[in-house]
């Protein structure tokens, strides 16, 4: 079955320095990536997505290439707030009305 | 735009009661509803696919008795647990989906189900 493999955290960085959070996939056919953020009590939402191979999502300074050659959807950002800390979910969808397959997420803090 | 609700947002109840988890799509229409479970420090598993109007599609190992999920219009689902256990405690998590599609879900705060 379709499956989602993300860096496991916490990842913890100083303000301004550069983000990335790895995400492979592993998926028949063709699906949507998406990266999801959640908020320390709050649901989650949907940061960036990508439906098709080579798509760049980006958001809010954040960046992730559907690279189909790797199964990869890694996300980036080149100078990360503090507002940034939260839990990132990696997600794949096979397509139309079906449910979202995750990643674990990744807890991100950023250190003023 | 694409607010989703969810009610109540802690429920305690004790062992063997019922639980109704309410889900709204406060300012579109979703054809179609899905529910999540959240272990501590885990991912998010997929329940079941609730269409408008159609029974719900459960997931290998979601046993369809035991989580009731009734989408009987197109900006509200609900999951009944019934018989709740101790095992059953969990977040529970519901998105929805535009009518449009494209993939895009949009999710609820999520409710926190404590059975005693």
């Known amino acids: 079955g379709d499956s989602v493999t993300q860096m496991e955290g916490p990842v913890t960085l100083s303000e301004e320095a550069f983000l990335t959070i790895n995400c492979t996939y592993t998926?028949?056919?063709?699906?949507?990536l998406f990266w999801y953020v959640q908020y320390p009590g709050e649901g989650l939402q949907l940061l960036l997505k990508a439906t098709k191979a080579d798509d760049k999502g980006s958001n809010k300074g954040f960046e992730a290439t559907y690279r189909k050659e790797t199964t990869s959807f890694h996300l980036e950002k080149g100078s990360v707030q503090v507002s940034d800390s939260a839990v990132y979910f990696c997600a794949l969808s096979a397509g139309g009305a079906d449910g979202l397959t995750f990643g674990k997420g990744t807890h991100l803090i950023i250190q003023p | 735009g694409a607010v989703v609700s969810q009610h109540p947002s802690r429920v305690i109840c004790k062992s063997g009661t019922s639980v109704k988890i309410e889900c709204r799509s406060l300012d579109f229409q979703a054809t179609t509803m899905f529910w999540y479970r959240q272990f501590p420090k885990q991912s998010l598993m997929l329940m079941a696919t609730s269409n408008e109007g159609s029974k719900a599609t459960y997931e290998q190992g979601v046993e369809k008795d035991k989580f009731l999920i009734n989408h009987a219009s197109l900006t509200l689902s609900t999951l009944t647990v019934t018989s709740a256990h101790p095992e059953d405690s969990s977040f529970y998590i519901c998105?929805?989906?535009?009518?449009?599609?494209?993939?895009?879900?949009?999710f609820g705060p999520g409710t926190r189900l404590t059975v005693l």
């Open positions: 998926a028949t056919g063709y699906p949507s």
């Open positions: 998105s929805a989906q535009t009518s449009g599609g494209a993939d895009t879900q949009y």
